[in-house]
């Protein structure tokens, strides 16, 4: 294809039948949810890669033959390979750094997506510019040159996988969207075909008060953040969190947002053990403060997300209702171009999250 076609292609999202875009991670692979449950879906993402394979090789193997993969969804979902994750940088950061490593590590990623028969390819750099797992250990001042050399990446990327789709996760707090600026998002908004904004973990443990980690407003925010710095709506894919997240008070929290926290993070960046999140599978249904968490949530209507304080723990996730009016207060309105969630089998004990998402999608 000819390249001014290829950027086309990649321009004209807005008339392109929604996204619905599931991540399946490898480590949920026990309980896997039925065809009628998957129905719908557009694209499988499975994760991860590791960034550093692309350097200099090509030899992923996927933890799930892509046949097995595919046989769980529609015919004719697109399965990406997704590569990266949280605290996985390093790959990234050396592949985007020269002209010559980012063609070598743009023609790796679209080799080994010939060897596998993958589809799409989506990267999960968390994040560029900074603010990654190791943002106490390399601070982001060593990474300031991530914010020019990212695009380019993104841009030989493209450029090397033809006419399958390129996409991108993206973080949901504005203090991480340190690549993001209004300069930048442009040149990758040219060259992506999808946005997978990670409107969720809007709390995490490096905030000192409570908020919802998933809310309506908060993701409504991030949303407009990319499309005021210049994303297409119709690129932006909202995301959704299969598990609910808790954090350590540090007295009693009367309001759902606001309330100080206990220390969940040492200025060494290590965790103190403090807050963490519990998916929504069956194994944590064992788990007698997470039940209680869930059979007793209150809904915050005004902010859009569901809570629960018990025993110095406040307990933020998202509920089907609230899934609900996240199409009719955000997707439609904003004229995204579809939803995803992270991640598939995390929802396996009613799959009720993923089948609001999946009514949602009916409706679109
Ligand atoms: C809480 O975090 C905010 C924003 O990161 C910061 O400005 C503020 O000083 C912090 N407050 C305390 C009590 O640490
Ligand atoms: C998960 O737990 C629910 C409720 O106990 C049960 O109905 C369901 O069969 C379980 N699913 C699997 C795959 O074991």
């Known amino acids: 294809m000819h390249p001014s076609s290829l950027l086309l292609a990649a321009a004209s999202g807005a008339s392109a039948a929604p996204v619905f875009a599931v991540y399946f991670d490898q480590w949920h692979t026990t309980y896997l949810p039925e065809r009628a449950t998957t ?55 050396a592949g985007a750094a020269t002209e010559q490593t980012r063609k070598t590590y743009a023609q790796n990623v ?8 993958y589809d799409c390819v989506d990267i999960d750099w968390e994040y560029p510019g900074g603010n990654g797992e190791d943002y106490r250990i390399v601070p982001n001042d060593q990474k300031v040159q991530e914010i020019e050399t ?12 033809g006419d399958r789709e390129l996409s991108i996760a993206v973080p949901g707090k504005e203090g991480d969207m340190i690549a993001f600026t ?25 905030n000192n008060e409570t908020t919802h980690h998933t809310g309506i407003q908060g993701s409504a925010r991030a949303v407009d953040l990319y499309i005021e710095r210049g994303m297409d709506a119709s690129k932006l894919i909202l995301g959704f969190a299969f598990y609910s997240k808790w954090f350590t008070t540090s007295g009693p929290c ?6 100080p926290t206990a220390e969940l993070e040492r200025p060494d960046g290590t965790d103190t053990g403090l807050s963490g999140a519990v998916t929504f599978e069956n194994a944590s249904y064992s788990d007698a403060e997470f039940v209680q968490a869930m059979q007793n949530g209150k809904t915050d209507e005004e902010r859009g997300g569901q809570w629960y304080w018990a025993n110095n723990k406040f307990w933020t996730w998202d509920t089907p209702a609230l899934i609900a009016r996240k199409f009719d207060e955000i997707i439609k309105p904003k004229g995204l171009g579809g939803v995803m969630a992270w991640s598939l089998a995390q929802d396996s004990y009613d799959w009720s999250h993923l089948k609001a998402i999946q009514k949602g999608v009916n409706c679109l």
């Open 39 to 93: 129905a719908g879906v557009t694209h499988v993402i499975t994760a991860f890669a590791q960034s550093t394979i692309f350097n200099s090789g090509t030899s992923y193997a996927p933890f799930m033959p892509l046949d097995q993969v595919r046989a769980l969804f529609d015919d004719g979902s697109k399965v990406c390979m997704a590569i990266g994750g949280w605290g996985d940088t390093s790959g990234f950061s």
């Open 110 to 117: 679209a080799t080994t997506m010939d060897n596998l028969g």
């Open 150 to 161: 990212f695009p380019l990446l993104l841009q030989e990327i493209k450029a090397a996988i």
């Open 182 to 206: 209004a300069d930048k998002v442009p040149l990758i908004n040219e060259v992506v075909d999808h946005v997978n904004v990670m409107s969720y973990d809007l709390m995490n443990r490096r």
């Open 254 to 259: 009367e309001g759902q947002v606001g309330c």
